[in-house]
């Protein structure tokens, strides 16, 4: 019947994601993100099980998209490597013969989000990787960078800061800047999961004067027309022994006998710090209170100093 030859036309045509399935495997990331007017690599291979590919022959690499059911709505053909078909001006970089179908977009549009099947032609072997979809989304705006720092922060450690960015196309990868010297160390690195990171570090060495630095990372990523930016700050916290440690009197001067005067202490410490005072006599030194305030009755002369003390160390006082 006629419809019958319709629906074997529309068969060939959609190769099916409805009922025929030729064993044709691509790893691709599956899902991926992509920023309006910037562009988007795909990695991507493909695998050839049981039919009769051709490599001798020429192979045709093919991008559909969308699609629902095969027969009412099909995926559409956005690209094909005979340069037949490029409705988004895709750019395959793989090589075909290699099994590589790496594909380029190089201005991807937040309409170009969808699923895309990945298909392959040569000669008579004709087969689409319908089990294998690639989600596509495309976001307004960039992905904001990570800073990574290593937890529990001490003084005089070495630590390595790093600030890293989703790059969606490695040769276009979005330019890191920060708070830290400009010229960090930087490099692109392939994930598992076959998409890229670009990624900034440095080494810096800890000193108590880097409690509660704010150190800020912005990534620009190059879209058509300008930059889309997107900013992280942390603040470091850092432990530190005490530092400053000074004691003072009150009243100050000269104290009658049978008076009271209050010894206090003060110092700069993470974790704070806890205080004991010492005197010091012919005797020898001697422990003779615990706590920042250190109040008595005077009887005689005498030299006192305090300790501050915490987890990483301690200081005295004149
Ligand atoms: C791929 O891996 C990177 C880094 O591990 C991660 O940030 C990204 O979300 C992953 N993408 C997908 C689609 O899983
Ligand atoms: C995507 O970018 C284009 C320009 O490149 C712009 O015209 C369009 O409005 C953007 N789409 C959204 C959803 O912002
Ligand atoms: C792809 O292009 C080749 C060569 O022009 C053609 O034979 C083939 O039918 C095309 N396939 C699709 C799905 O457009
Ligand atoms: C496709 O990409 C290759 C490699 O990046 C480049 O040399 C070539 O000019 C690009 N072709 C088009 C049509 O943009
Ligand atoms: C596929 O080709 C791209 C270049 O377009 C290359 O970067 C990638 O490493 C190749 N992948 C494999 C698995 O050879
Ligand atoms: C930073 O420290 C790491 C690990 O301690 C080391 O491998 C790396 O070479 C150092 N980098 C620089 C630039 O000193
Ligand atoms: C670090 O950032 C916080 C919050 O944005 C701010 O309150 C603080 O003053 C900043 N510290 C420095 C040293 O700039
Ligand atoms: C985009 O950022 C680059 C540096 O990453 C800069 O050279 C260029 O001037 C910026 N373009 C616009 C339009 O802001
Ligand atoms: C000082 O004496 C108190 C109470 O006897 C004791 O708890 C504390 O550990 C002593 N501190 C020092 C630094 O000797």
Known sequence: STVGIFLFIKCAFADNCGFIRLPLVITTPHNMEALNGSCLQIQCTYDTKYFGYDSSKTIYGIWMKGGVNFVSNPSIVIFNSSGSINKYSLNMTGNLKEKNCTTLFPDIQTSHADKYYFRVENGGYLATACADPLYITVKDSPWSPSIN????????????????AFTPCPHSPPELTWTLQQDSLRQTEKNTNGTFTIKIQENITL?????????????????????KTAETEVTLSVSY??????????????VSAGSWVELSCSSRAKPPPRFTWFRISKYGTFNVSVGQVFSFCVTERGEFYCMATNDLGNQRSS
């Open 241 to 254: 022994a005490p530092k400053d440690t000074s004691a003072s009197i009150s009243p100050s001067g000269l």
């Open 207 to 227: 000193s108590d004067t880097h409690d509660g630095y704010n150190i800020s990372c912005s990534a620009r990523y190059p879209v058509i027309g300008g930059n």
């Open 149 to 164: 720092v290593p937890s529990d922060l001490k003084e005089h450690q070495s630590v390595t800061v790093t600030c890293s």
